[in-house]
């Protein structure tokens, strides 16, 4: 399917959210424009809710998705009306069909979101609330949000998602964190129940419901700061990692931006596509590594700290990166000094993007020395010493040093 078609001229499309109050929650022009439309496209639950009103076809979705967005486009310019979940535009069907349907061609009537009711319920202000919706999702994403005095609003898919999450906090360190259980909220079914995570308990839980988290951190709590250069500790690696500081200054060099797609090659433990991602949702990365073993180590690592998202590709360079996606920004990290890395690397980088390279051998280093000479951009070295037990006393033990290439492709 196509992105966005040019308007047609008309409201054609309208989205509609309802909530468990079914019609006694809509406006008049709402139950009006139900009525009235000749096709009524949503869920069974959205259909059962505005039974009342419905007069023209019902049409649930189908799966794959979609096969109902075409089915819908192909209505184009004639009137049609999709049922929602509360705010469309929030992890919603709207945002679905938004990238297919010009905003002069439709009208939006949305109801409170799952996440206003369950604030409005608590009396939290939702601006000081992380939300994130788990509906369809890995529950591992919850993961970056854990901090002692968070409070988190998740959607969940189903009623065993509430558990889930209990046994997720309860393993990383949060036992003590309150969860809140909101079921259907809205409806006459609505209900309340709060338990600790170690504790949970909860029986008979309605499919539909959100999960309500106040952050407790145990001893040994698995925290993941803010900060670049997370500690090494908590990456699972078998010493091909990135160390802490080194990490900290090549994000830094990376410099991520909104939207942007990292090629981490020569991944190791996955710590610089990882962190890369931690900085912002909307980043994205492709981890590549030729190691079996190593690539599925990567993938663990991403899981437990919330990216699972990250792609891994088990392969190596530069036959591996033929046909991925174009990349806004490359880290070479490891097998740079292999014949056509660099070249492959730099020839698929966009036009604007930016490589870093580390190198700790003279192999690498050398070839760093040449593509600086040869095409520009930043060298530095990086030298980086720990204190260390000399004896009965400390004295300085230097780290292998870092020579480090940053250049922008014209």
């Known amino acids: 399917m196509s992105d966005v078609a040019p308007a047609s001229g008309q409201r054609w499309l309208t989205i509609i959210g309802i909530g468990e109050d079914g019609p006694e929650g809509l406006g008049e022009e709402a139950k009006r424009l139900i009525a009235t ?50 705010d469309p535009f929030l992890y919603g069907v709207g945002a679905t069909l938004s990238r297919h349907v010009a905003a002069e061609e439709m009208c939006t009537i949305p109801a409170p979101s799952a996440f206003s009711l369950a604030a409005s319920r608590l009396g939290w202000p939702l601006q000081e609330v992380a939300t994130i919706s788990l509906h369809g999702r890995p529950i591992d994403l919850i993961r970056p949000h854990l901090h002692p005095g968070r409070r988190i609003i998740a959607l969940t898919s189903d009623e065993k998602g509430s558990g889930d999450l209990a046994a997720l906090l309860t393993a990383a360190g949060f036992g003590q964190s309150q969860l809140t259980v909101l079921e259907a909220l809205g409806g006459a079914r609505e209900r309340q129940r709060s338990v600790l995570a170690a504790d949970f308990d909860l029986l008979d839980i309605d499919p539909l419901n959100v999960c ?82 190593r690539a599925a180590r990567v993938a663990r690592n991403a899981s437990a700290f919330g990216v699972p998202h990250l792609a891994v590709v088990e392969g190596a360079a530069p036959l591996a990166l033929k046909g991925l996606p174009e990349p806004d920004v490359i880290f070479l990290g490891g097998g740079g000094s292999e014949p056509g890395v660099i070249d492959t690397a730099i020839a698929a980088l966009k036009r604007g993007g930016r490589l870093v390279a580390n190198a700790v051998t003279l192999e690498m280093e050398a070839v760093l020395l040449a593509e600086h000479a040869k095409r520009g951009g930043f060298l530095t070295r990086i030298e980086i010493s720990r204190a260390q037990p000399v004896g009965g006393m400390s004295g300085w033990r230097p780290a292998m040093p870092v020579t480090q290439w940053r250049w922008t492709k014209g």
Not at 41 to 54: D, E, P, W
Not at 274 to 291: C, G, N, R, V, Y
């Open 37 to 86: 439309a000749p096709a009524v496209f949503g869920g069974v639950r959205h259909h059962a809710l505005a039974a009342s009103l419905i007069t023209g076809e019902k049409l649930s979705w189908q799966s794959p998705f979609e096969r109902s967005v075409e089915a819908i486009l192909e209505r184009r310019g004639t009137p049609v009306v999709v049922l929602a979940s509360g």
């Open 212 to 293: 309500a988290l106040e952050i407790a951190a145990g001893e040994g709590a698995r925290i993941l700061p803010f900060t670049a250069g997370l500690e090494d500790e908590l990456f699972e690696h078998d010493g091909q990692i990135t160390k802490r500081e080194i990490r900290a200054m090549t994000l830094s060099a990376l410099a991520p931006r909104h939207g942007e797609l990292l090629w981490d090659i020569g991944a190791g433990s996955g710590s610089i596509g990882i962190e890369w991602m931690l900085a912002d949702p909307s980043l994205k990365a492709i981890a590549l590594e030729q190691s079996p073993e």
